[in-house]
């Protein structure tokens, strides 16, 4: 039987990683960052196949020791635990180390585990283009973005997309100066991933964006630009979709049915 | 979509998905299918 590790697989993607692995009979090794805050994990419990072949253990990415305990055994390594938080107190600390340093960490590591076959990356769009929603500035409006694009950053883009995009430089780095490594590297790059969570949590950014769209509240400049540049793939959501939206709670400082206004002098990434 | 109307703007591809149908041999549903099952 192999083992795969998911790291943020109690997360809101992560989770639908964790089923899927345990559907399909696997090992599954799912890290927390804190064993003692249950409700973030316990929904994992109630999967298909959870009983015998669910193991979850206390790590973070930046811790080495715990990462590679955590690594050893490992067939199949999921890297999914990147925090996905707009509105943050400090960005360094809480957005740019954790995805740099926990990758770093990772890719180190990562050679020392014989049992290692395949790694996969949960990049973002951001990794590819540090604007997005936005298109990349200069380029023409009907392009297609492939892998072939140089990826775009700007230091004034939100840090969570700098964080993405950094993080991918590393494995790209990694990737080049190693050619001759003994596992196998894929990197994805989702857009926006909303829909059904698996669990209650209240974390989740994509469902913190969904109660956003869904009551047209934009508590700060990130929301607020998305209203304003009418960015389609949520508007059309909103539209036509209003059944979809029930049950994620408001974010902090937001209400149901009440504007929340943006406050112009702080970052929109800093705490609301 | 889910009014069962037609969209009002054109459909365009921003972000090309070609790479993960080629390299890892993924299928991808239409959006309109898994938002039917999603509010269904
Ligand atoms: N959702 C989207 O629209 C979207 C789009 C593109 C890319 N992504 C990427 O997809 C991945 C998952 O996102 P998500 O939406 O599922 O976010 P999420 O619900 O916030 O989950 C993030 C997960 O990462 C874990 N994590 C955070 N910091 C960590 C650290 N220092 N060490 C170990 N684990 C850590 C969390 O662990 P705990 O369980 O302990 O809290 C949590 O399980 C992220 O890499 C994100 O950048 C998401």
Redesign the interface.
């Known amino acids: 039987m192999q083992t795969v590790g998911i790291i943020g697989g109690a997360g809101f993607i992560g989770s639908y990683v964790t089923r899927k692995f345990l559907s399909e009979g696997y090992d599954v090794r799912v890290p927390v960052r804190d064993l003692t805050k249950k409700e973030r994990y316990d929904h994992l419990d109630q999967l298909e196949n959870a009983v015998y072949h669910l193991d979850i253990v206390e790590m973070d990415v930046q811790d080495e020791t715990a990462l590679r305990d955590f690594l050893s055994g490992c067939d199949i390594v999921v890297h999914s635990g990147t925090p996905f938080q707009l509105a943050v107190e400090d960005p360094q600390r809480d957005l740019l180390d954790p995805p740099i340093r926990g990758t770093e960490n990772f890719l180190k590591l990562a050679g020392e585990i014989p049992s290692l076959k395949k790694v996969v990356f949960v990049g973002s769009?951001a990794s590819?283009n540090t604007a997005y929603p936005l298109?990349v500035p200069n380029r023409p409006a009907?392009h297609?973005?492939?892998?072939a694009d140089e990826p775009h950053h700007d230091a004034d883009d939100h840090p969570y997309a700098q964080a993405k995009y950094y993080a991918d430089q590393v494995v790209r780095q990694f990737v080049k100066t190693h050619p001759d490594l003994g596992f196998e590297v894929?990197s994805?790059?989702p857009?926006f991933v909303t829909?059904?969570s698996l669990s209650g949590r209240d974390d989740s950014s994509s469902m913190e964006m969904q109660y956003l769209f869904k009551n047209r509240l934009a508590p700060n400049p990130f929301v607020e630009m998305m209203f304003a540049k009418n960015v389609?793939f949520a508007m059309?959501s909103v539209v036509?979709?209003p059944?979809?939206f029930s049950g994620p709670r408001p974010p902090p400082g937001c209400t149901a049915g009440t504007t929340c206004s943006p406050t112009e002098a702080t970052p929109y990434w800093t705490s609301r | 979509?889910?009014?069962g109307?037609k969209?009002v703007?054109a459909a365009?591809?921003?972000?090309?998905n070609?790479?993960?149908t080629l390299?890892?041999g993924m299928q991808f549903q239409p959006v309109h299918v898994?938002?039917s099952e999603?509010?269904g």
């Not at chain 1, 297609?144 to 892998?147: A, G, K, Q």
């Not at chain 2, 365009?12 to 090309?16: C, P």
Request: charge should be negative; glycine fraction near 4%.
């Open positions: 769009v590819l298109p009907d297609v973005y492939t892998e894929v994805v790059y857009t829909g059904q389609e059309v036509m979709w059944r979809a | 979509m889910l009014n109307q969209p703007g365009r591809t921003v972000y090309s070609a790479a993960a390299n890892l898994l938002l999603y509010a």
